[in-house]
C-alpha cells in the first residue's frame, strides 16, 4: 500500500512525476485509478441487476472516476506540485463516443447511480470501435468521419472471457472487455462491452464507409447512427443478437457460479431492457434455458419474472419493427421460439393489435417486451401517461398492473461537481456537502432567494462560465462571442420533432427586427450542438440553414452587435460539460408529446440555467417544481398536438399563407442574402418542407415562442436580480432530478436488489 498518491504515481511511471511525460502520468493515473476501483468492488449476494443497452455514453472517465473515489482534489494538487496540470491529462483522454444522445447517456449516469447507492448492477453492450461518428462542419454541411477512442491507455481492459456466438449459421467468438464502474462513495460495478477479435479498422473507405457484408470484419466498428439501409439493418441485427447472446451468456454462468439452478433465476437476476435494442434477449434466455433442460412453458415464466423493458419513445418511426426475413437470416435458431411466443401472445387476447408477428411478417420487439416482461416503464410522468392511454393503450388494458413512470435523471457527480466546480463549492458553502450525496438537500437553497449577496455571488460563477465558454469557443472554432451577451443554448441530437427550425425561424425574426432598428432588450448569443444521422436530409439541411445564418449575421456588423449564432462541432459530452454550467435560456422545444423525457433540460436546470420550453417530457415536472415564474412555457399542448394528428387535419400551407410574419421569415430561407451564402438545393428543400408540410407542427408554435422568448430577454435585461433569482430556484429545485432517485424507484418498484 503506498501512502501517498505522490508515492503511487511515481512508482507506476518508473520515475520522478516531474520528468514523466504527460502521456505517462496518464497512464499511471489510469492505473492507479483502476486499482483503488477494484479495491471497491463487492461480492454479490441476492439480485443483481444487469441493464443491457446497445449504448452507453460514458464521456471521458478520468476525473469522474477522481472525483467518485474522493482524490480528485489531492491528485490535482501532487501533479500539480510536480509542475503537471490535471486539465491537460483529460485533454489526452479519448472521449468514447458509445451513444446516440439521450438514451446511452441515460445509461452511464445509471451505472454510476447504481455504484453510488452501492447496488449490485452492471451493464451489457458493445464495445464499438468507432463510436458514433465525429462530425465535421465544413462550408456549411456536415460530413462525418471516425471517431477512434480504442487507444493504448484505454479505460476497456481485455479480459480472456470468450462466448461463442451463432451468427448466420456461423459461430463467432464474443469477447469481454471490462470497464470498472466507480459509485461516489459507493462500490465498484462493471460495464461489460462485447466485440469480435476479427474487427479490423482497416477496411474504413472514405468518411465512415466500409463494407457492410463483412461481418466478421465489421460487426462492432460503429453504433448505428439510423438505419436508413437495409445493409446498415441487417448489420444492426447483428450487433443485437451479438449482444444479448454473449450477455445471457454472461448472466447465467455468473448465476451459476453463485448457486443459481436457472429455475429461480429470477433470484439472482434482474435485467433491464433499455428500449428494444436488446430485446433479442427474450428468445435468446428461452433457447439458452431449453439447453439446460427448462421447457418453453417455464422458462417464459422465468424469463417474464427476471425482465423489464423501458420504452424512450412515441415516435412511430423509431418503434423497432424488424422483416421476420431478417432474423430468419441472421438468427435462424430464434425464429421458431419468437413464432411461439407470438402463438402465446395471441392466447392471451383477441385483439391482434397486440400481437408480435403483424399481417406483413415483421417482428414488434416492443410487443414481444410488453408481454414477456413483468414491468413496462416510461421515462417521464408525460410519456407514461401517453403510453397508457394512447400509443400502448392496447397492451394497458391488458396488463395494468405491468405498467409504470420512473422519471429520468442525471447524475450530479458528472453534471455538477466535475463540470461545474465553482457553483459545487458555492452551494456547499452555503448549505454544507450533503447535496453530493442526498440531491434533496439542494431545497435548502430556496432560504437564499431573498439573499442579496447570495443571488450577486450566483450570478458571479455564471458570468465567469460564460467567459470560459466565450474563450473555449475561440480556441476550438475561432470565433468570439460576446460573454455580456444573453446566452440560449440548444444542444441535442439533431431532429425535426426537436424542432431546431423554430430556433432557426425566430433567429431569421430577429434578425429582421435589428436590421430594422429594433434593438433587442439584450444582446443574444444563441449557440447549437447537433449531429444529423447521415442519411437524414432535413435534419442535415437545418444544420446548413443555421450555418448559412450565422455567416449571413456575421457579416452585418450592425446586426452581430446583437445577434450571434455559434454551432459547435461534434456535440458531445466534454463539450456539454463546457456548455451546459454558461447557459441563461435552456432551449427545450420539442413539438408537445414527442419527447419522451429530454435529460439536457435537467442538467441545464441544475447549473442554473432558465428553461423556456413546451409541456412536453420531463419539462412538465420541471414547470411543476419551479413553478411558472421561473420557467418559460408556450406552445401547443400535448393533448392539442395528439389531437391534430388523430384528426390529421393540419395545413402548413395555411399557416404560411396566413401569418406574414411566419411567411417572411419562411421565405427569407430562399432570399438572396442565404442563396448568396449558403446551397440552393438545401435551401429550397428546406423551404419547401416547412412551407408545405411541416410534420412537427412548427408554424403554430411559432408566435407564442416569440413572445416567451423575448419576455425571458427583457426579464434578462431589465431585471438581473429577478433573473439570478429565477436561476436559483432552478438549482435548489433540482433534486427530483438526481439519477440516484430515479435508480432508488427502479430499485423499489421493479429490481429488488440485493
Ligand atoms: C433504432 C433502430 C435502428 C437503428 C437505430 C435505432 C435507434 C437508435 C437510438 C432508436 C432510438 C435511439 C435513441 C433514442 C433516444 O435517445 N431516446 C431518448 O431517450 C432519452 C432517455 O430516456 C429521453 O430523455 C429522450 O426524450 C429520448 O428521445
Known sequence: ????????????????????????????????????????????????LYYISAEFLIGKLLSNNLINLGIYEETRA?????GKSLAAMEELEPEPSLGNGGLGRLAACFLDSLATLDLPGDGIGLRYHCGLFHQNLKDGVQSESPDFWLTDDCWAQRTETVYPVQ????????????????????????????????????????????????IPENLTLFLYPDDSDDAGRLLRI????????????????????????????????????????????????????????????????IVTKTCAYTNHTILAEALEKWPLGYLEKVVPQLVPIIRQL???ARTRTEDTSTAILDGENRVHMAHMDIHFTHSTNGVAALHTEILKNSELANFYRLYPEKFNNKTNGITFRRWLLQCNPKLSREIEQRIGPGFKKDAGELEKLMALTE???????????????????????YEKQGVWVNPDAMFTIQSKRLHEYKRQQLNLLFLIHQYFQIKAGHKPAVPLVCIFGAKAAPAYTIAKDIIHALLTLSKVIAADPKVSRYLQVVFVENYNVAAAEKMIPACDLSEQISLASKEASGTGNMKFMLNGAVTLGTMDGANVEIAQRVGQENIYVFGRTSNQVIHRYQVGDYNAHEWYEGDPNIRRAVDFLVSDEMLAAGREEQLRRLHRELS???????????????????????????????????????????????????????????????
Open 1 to 48: 500500500m503506498y501512502e501517498s498518491i505522490g508515492a503511487e504515481l511515481r512508482a507506476l511511471c518508473g520515475k520522478e512525476l516531474r520528468e514523466a511525460t504527460d502521456r505517462e502520468v496518464y497512464r499511471a493515473l489510469l492505473q492507479m485509478v483502476q486499482r483503488r476501483a477494484a479495491e471497491q468492488s463487492r461480492p454479490v449476494s441476492g439480485r443483481k
Open 692 to 754: 408545405g408540410k411541416d410534420w412537427f407542427q412548427t408554424l403554430p408554435d411559432f408566435n407564442a415562442y416569440l413572445v416567451r422568448k423575448t419576455q425571458a430577454m427583457m426579464d434578462y435585461a431589465h431585471d438581473p436580480e429577478g433573473w439570478s433569482r429565477k436561476c436559483l430556484i432552478n438549482i435548489a429545485q433540482a433534486g427530483f432530478f438526481s439519477s440516484d432517485r430515479t435508480i432508488a424507484e427502479y430499485n423499489r418498484d421493479i429490481w429488488h436488489l440485493g
Open 451 to 473: 439573499d442579496r449577496e447570495a443571488l450577486e455571488s450566483f450570478a458571479a460563477i455564471k458570468a465567469f462560465n460564460k467567459k470560459q465558454l466565450a474563450q473555449w469557443l
Open 167 to 214: 451468427l448466420a449459421g456461423t459461430t463467432v467468438q464474443a469477447r469481454l472487455y471490462r470497464i470498472a464502474v466507480t459509485g461516489y462513495q459507493g462500490r465498484t460495478n462493471q460495464l461489460n462491452l462485447f466485440d469480435l477479435d476479427t474487427v479490423n479498422e482497416g477496411i474504413l473507405g472514405e468518411g465512415i464507409s466500409f463494407d457492410k457484408a463483412d
Open 78 to 82: 501532487c501533479l500539480a506540485e510536480a
Open 342 to 344: 407470438d402463438a402465446l
Open 238 to 301: 447483428y450487433q443485437q443478437y451479438l449482444m444479448v447472446s454473449a450477455g445471457a451468456q454472461l448472466i447465467l454462468e455468473e448465476c451459476a457460479a453463485r448457486g443459481c439452478d436457472y429455475h429461480n433465476l429470477a433470484d439472482y437476476a434482474a435485467i433491464q431492457i433499455n428500449d428494444t435494442h436488446p430485446s433479442m434477449v427474450i428468445p435468446e434466455l428461452i433457447r439458452l434455458l431449453g439447453e439446460h433442460g427448462i421447457a418453453f412453458e417455464e422458462a417464459v415464466e
